[in-house]
């Protein structure tokens, strides 16, 4: 029963952290993203394919 007692004792935390480290990734692409739909670049790519669905479009 100790074992298993300290065993738990290890992992306390471990979701916090597991959440902080998606966080910071989820973060750090939305950012990512952010930048590139916000350069010119971006912003052709994005009138590109809309302007192609827009043309498959039956109406």
Same mark, same amino acid.
């Given at each position: 029963m100790?074992?298993?007692t300290e065993r738990l004792r290890d992992q306390i935390g471990a979701?916090?952290?597991e959440y902080a %480290?998606?966080?910071g990734a989820g973060v750090g692409f939305a950012g990512l993203? @952010?930048?590139l739909?916000?350069?010119d670049t971006g912003a052709k790519? %994005?009138?590109t394919?809309?302007?192609r669905v827009l043309g498959m479009?039956? @109406?």
């Open positions: 100790r074992i298993a979701t916090t952290a %480290v998606c966080t993203l @952010f930048k739909l916000t350069s790519v %994005v009138n394919i809309f302007d479009l039956p @109406f």
